[in-house]
């Protein structure tokens, strides 16, 4: 939370201004997660560009992001368990 200048307590709203994906994928890490970005991408097998790129809505995702993400949001530690298992077979 955060203190206005009239002293009243305001939220702070990390997805305000994203819409879209951006604001979905956004919303998952921070507040359900509660993870960095650079966290978010190491346990899930993404690089950091990525995640920060699409937070941001530098480029629009791909169909296989999208289904990475919707994925996290139904199941992330299975889906943290497959990053590790496909890191340790195929680096």
């Known amino acids: 939370m955060e203190y206005g200048w009239s002293g009243r307590t305001t939220v702070y709203d990390p997805g305000l201004g994203k819409k879209g994906f951006a604001r979905d994928l956004l919303l998952l890490r921070f507040r ?11 346990r899930f097998g993404l690089s950091f ?4 790129d699409q937070e941001q809505s530098r480029v629009a995702p791909s169909r296989a992001m999208k289904v990475l993400v919707a994925a996290i949001e139904m199941d992330p530690e299975f889906m943290a368990r497959a990053a590790a298992e496909a890191s340790r077979r195929w680096g």
Not at 33 to 40: E, G, K, P, S, V
Not at 49 to 52: F, I, M, N
């Open 49 to 52: 560009g990525a995640v920060k």
């Open 32 to 42: 359900r997660l509660r993870l960095t970005q650079a966290r978010f991408a190491d």
